[in-house]
């Protein structure tokens, strides 16, 4: 089965506000991979689970055309109100069931979200819609390995960033885990025999206190435990600006500077 987190329009402003761009470092690792394995013209690129649009604007100044999919109506309707390039549309659809001619899409690609697609399903739908040397490319990074740091001396705050995931966790399932492992069951999963995963791409991110704390709010993990106990999540929230302050980040509009370890499963479909 799949799964449909982000369906809530209050979770998809905070999603589109908070939420942070794929990378420069990963964008070309993608078209790099793609270049090599298919060749230009680049014509067009599929986002699935696309939310709000970040990765669907980075890809669209190099496609002829970009489509973001999503399952919500609500994530999709905060993408379609940001500014962007002409060149991008948006559907509604599961990953798995693609509104796709066989043989038509140049890049299949996911930004943080395959691992809540049917993987069976979605391969098999990729499989098809891919042009001969059309390629994959599901990208993501791990919770496990961030570290989150202070720009004024302060130094390491990673404690604090250890202490939400271990408040969030439970929160989580499977799929959380999934992505966790660098989307190993999926890259397995793949039948193409060209397949490899690019890992450790290091990136540094700035954010201020505030946009720290609505980060944490955008995880599924944190709306699930919202839900569940709305005082308690509210609560956490409270507690991280505490913490923040025992450690000398005495601003709400402090900057912090959250490091994160990017990966890239790639693959690419035989002639």
Same mark, same amino acid.
């Given at each position: 089965?799949?799964?449909?987190?982000?369906?809530?329009?209050?979770h998809?402003?905070?999603?589109?506000?908070?939420?942070?761009?794929?990378?420069?470092?990963?964008?070309?690792?993608?078209?790099?991979?793609?270049? *090599?394995?298919?060749?230009?013209?680049?014509?067009?690129?599929?986002?699935?689970?696309?939310?709000?649009?970040?990765?669907?604007?980075?890809?669209?100044?190099h496609?002829?055309?970009v489509?973001?999919?999503?399952?919500s109506?609500?994530?999709?309707?905060?993408?379609?109100?940001?500014?962007?390039?002409?060149?991008i549309?948006?559907?509604?659809?599961p990953?798995?069931?693609?509104p796709?001619?066989?043989?038509?899409v140049?890049?299949v690609t996911?930004? +943080?979200a395959?691992?809540?697609f049917?993987?069976?399903?979605?391969?098999?739908?990729?499989?098809?819609?891919?042009?001969?040397?059309?390629?994959?490319?599901? @990208?993501?990074?791990?919770?496990?390995?961030?570290?989150?740091?202070?720009n004024?001396?302060?130094?390491? @705050?990673?404690e604090?960033?250890?202490?939400v995931?271990?408040?969030?966790?439970?929160?989580?399932?499977?799929?959380?885990?999934? +992505?966790?492992?660098?989307?190993q069951?999926?890259?397995?999963a793949?039948?193409?025999?060209?397949?490899?995963r690019?890992e450790n791409?290091a990136?540094?991110?700035?954010?201020?206190?505030?946009?720290f704390l609505?980060?944490?709010?955008?995880?599924?993990?944190?709306?699930?435990?919202?839900?569940?106990?709305?005082?308690?999540?509210?609560?956490?929230?409270?507690?991280?600006?505490?913490?923040?302050?025992e450690?000398g980040?005495?601003?709400?509009?402090?900057e912090?500077?959250?490091?994160q *370890?990017?990966?890239?499963v790639?693959?690419?479909k035989?002639?």
């Open positions: 089965m799949s799964f449909r987190l982000f369906e809530g329009k209050e998809a402003d905070i999603y589109q506000k908070y939420r942070f761009d794929p990378p420069d470092e990963v964008k070309s690792i993608i078209l790099s991979y793609l270049d *090599k394995k298919k060749g230009r013209p680049h014509v067009l690129a599929v986002d699935l689970g696309c939310g709000t649009g970040q990765n669907t604007r980075v890809l669209a100044p496609f002829q055309e489509v973001g999919i999503d399952v109506e609500a994530q999709l309707a905060v993408a379609r109100r940001v500014p962007g390039s002409p060149n549309t948006y559907r509604a659809s990953a798995e069931d693609l796709f001619e066989d043989g038509s140049d890049l996911a930004a +943080s395959a691992h809540w049917n993987t069976d399903a979605f391969l098999k739908e990729a499989e098809r819609v891919l042009k001969p040397r059309g390629c994959i490319a599901l @990208l993501g990074y791990s919770t496990t390995t961030c570290e989150l740091h202070c004024n001396g302060t130094g390491d @705050l990673t604090v960033l250890t202490e995931w271990d408040c969030l966790m439970p929160y989580g399932n499977k799929q959380v885990e999934v +992505s966790n492992s660098m989307l069951e999926i890259l397995e793949i039948r193409f025999p060209e397949k490899e690019v791409i990136v540094k991110t700035r954010l201020s206190v505030c946009d609505g980060y944490v709010q955008s995880f599924s993990m944190y709306q699930a435990y919202s839900k569940a106990d709305p005082e308690a999540a509210k609560t956490m929230i409270q507690r991280i600006q505490q913490r923040f302050l450690m980040v005495s601003s709400a509009e402090k912090l500077e959250i490091w *370890k990017y990966f890239c790639l693959a690419s035989p002639e």
